[in-house]
């Protein structure tokens, strides 16, 4: 059985930077699909950022070029980078796992995921 253990979420000013980790259990994190994906209250769940099978990158257009989603295979954990944080990346942040590929189309698309983390919140202050 796949865990998924979100932690790093926290509070920050504007312009800001936090690290999100999750811890997979189960399965090495070795070399599927994974991903980060984030809800704001009143809005519906939306593709953060994805890194496939092949270690193939995707990110929402809205945080490409301040967040980076990163494998540390040593320690098992996907990791996600956010730098110049801004209050409309407020959210609750979770992590998920998907099949060996999802595809360039599908990996900001949560059906492609069959794990879930339970969510870590982000708050950025303006």
């Known amino acids: 059985q796949v865990q998924l253990t979100e932690s790093g979420g926290g509070s920050v000013q504007a312009g800001g930077s936090l690290r999100l980790s999750c811890l997979v259990s189960g399965r090495t994190v070795r070399s599927y699909c994974m991903g980060w994906f984030r809800q704001a209250p009143g809005k519906e769940r939306e593709g953060v950022a994805s890194?496939?099978?092949?270690?193939?990158?995707t990110y929402a257009d809205s945080v490409k070029g301040r967040f980076t989603i990163l494998r540390d295979k040593a320690k098992n954990t996907l990791n996600l980078e956010m730098n110049s944080l801004k209050s409309e990346d407020t959210a609750m942040y979770y992590c998920a796992a998907g099949p060996d590929y999802c595809g360039y189309f599908k990996r900001l698309d949560d059906d492609e995921y069959g794990y879930w983390g339970q969510g870590t919140q982000v708050t950025v202050s303006s």
């Open positions: 890194i496939d099978g092949d270690d193939s990158t």
